[in-house]
């Protein structure tokens, strides 16, 4: 069984997510879409596609994100034009939400399949 790990960058409604760090920039995402992933928050969705050209990707959630998530994701965007909080209120804020991808890919497949 392998497993990547890759963060949420941001929220684009409560049922998509658009996530980085989870493939390269040359990887083809068309070969994991599809596939079913975890949220660290608790949440299951499925890989989309890809999202731009820098290997961000989309996460459609099918029950929807939870209010504590979605809280968490509005509240830990980019503000432009703000000034900066203090320590303690950037410090709890920080905390990004993990996308874990599990799958099994079997050595003689010739179709280089992920399997779950």
């Known amino acids: 069984m392998k497993q990547r790990e890759g963060v949420v960058?941001?929220?684009s409604d409560?049922?998509?997510?658009?996530?980085?760090?989870?493939?390269?920039?040359?990887?083809?995402i068309q070969l994991f879409t599809g596939l079913k992933v975890q949220l660290s928050s608790g949440e299951v969705g499925t890989l989309e596609g890809a999202f731009?050209?820098?290997?961000k990707f989309k996460v459609?959630?099918?029950?929807g994100l939870k209010s504590e998530t979605i809280q968490q994701l509005s509240s830990s965007g980019k503000k432009k034009g703000?000034?900066?909080e203090t320590s303690a209120?950037?410090?709890?804020?920080?905390t990004s939400i993990k996308i874990t991808l599990s799958f099994k890919r079997y050595v003689?497949?010739?179709?280089?399949?992920?399997v779950q």
């Open 52 to 55: 731009g050209q820098s290997g």
């Open 9 to 11: 960058d941001r929220m």
């Open 82 to 84: 703000k000034p900066k």
């Open 108 to 114: 003689h497949d010739l179709g280089k399949k992920m």
């Open 89 to 94: 209120d950037s410090s709890e804020q920080h």
């Open 60 to 63: 459609r959630i099918n029950g």
């Open 14 to 28: 409560e049922y998509t997510v658009i996530g980085r760090a989870l493939f390269k920039k040359e990887t083809n």
